[in-house]
């Protein structure tokens, strides 16, 4: 079973950055693995996603072009490496997997067909 603990939140102030890390255990060959967050109140909003199989990313449209996804295989590491973060990227960022591969439909698509996720990271980014 795949179990997924993410690292790198904290508060920082606009145009700060920050980078993410999402330690993951067991084989996730063939799944679709990335990036949600969620505000309080507000959906959960698909970040960004990796095809295992092929190394194709999809971006969500909360992610133009500041936010860059990568992994390693040797680690078993996600990252997610945020720039010229605004305040409405505040939210608890949460590295997920879907073993059905649906990243290919889209990221709205994954989101909705997630089979496991961690507990999140806190992003505060004030003004």
């Known amino acids: 079973q795949v179990q997924l603990v993410e690292s790198g939140g904290g508060s920082v102030q606009t145009g700060g950055a920050l980078k993410l890390s999402c330690a993951v255990s067991?084989?996730?060959?063939?799944?679709?693995v990335g990036w949600f967050r969620q505000a309080p109140g507000k959906e959960r909003e698909g970040v960004a996603v990796i095809n295992t199989n092929g190394g194709r990313i999809y971006y969500g449209d909360s992610a133009p072009g500041r936010f860059s996804i990568s992994q390693d295989n040797v680690k078993n590491m996600l990252y997610l490496q945020m720039n010229n973060l605004k305040p409405e990227d505040t939210g608890t960022y949460h590295c997920?997997?879907?073993?059905?591969?649906?990243?290919?439909?889209?990221?709205?698509?994954?989101?909705?067909?997630?089979?496991?996720w961690g507990q999140g990271t806190q992003v505060t980014v004030s003004s």
């Open positions: 067991g084989s996730t060959y063939g799944y679709c």
């Open positions: 997920a997997a879907d073993r059905r591969a649906t990243c290919v439909y889209g990221v709205g698509t994954w989101l909705n067909h997630l089979d496991a």
